[in-house]
């Protein structure tokens, strides 16, 4: 088992930035990739930045240029750092964690973290 536990949600103005953070703990030789699920009211559930243990990242077009994962491997935490805040980027974001593959990111079958709340008032 891998426990995930996230940080760094909240409030915050259009425009502003938040950081967010997620220490994983327990089996962590079971996975080889981290990332940030958002899923916003009445929307399905999105990956928005993914990073493997070798550095690989993987961003949505939607925050790509705004938001930026970061990862230490010596303290298995990863990090979402978000500039430029939208109101359309309010949603609950979920640490996840999981493997890289060669045909791309699986997620599904790790494991997740409770969420964190972020709202960006317009």
């Known amino acids: 088992q891998v426990q995930l536990v996230e940080s760094g949600g909240g409030l915050v103005q259009a425009g502003g930035s938040l950081r967010l953070s997620c220490a994983a703990s327990g089996s962590i030789f079971s996975i080889n990739a981290m990332g940030w699920y958002r899923q916003a009211p009445g929307k399905q559930r999105e990956l928005v930045a993914a990073i493997s243990s070798g550095g690989s990242v993987s961003y949505a077009d939607s925050v790509k240029g705004r938001f930026t994962i970061s990862r230490d491997n010596a303290k298995n935490t990863v990090h979402l750092q978000m500039n430029s805040l939208k109101s359309e980027d309010t949603a609950v974001y979920f640490c996840?964690?999981?493997?890289?593959?060669?045909?791309?990111?699986?997620?599904?079958?790790?494991?997740w973290g409770q969420g964190t709340q972020v709202t960006v008032s317009s």
């Open positions: 996840a964690a999981g493997v890289r593959l060669t045909t791309g990111w699986d997620f599904n079958n790790g494991y």
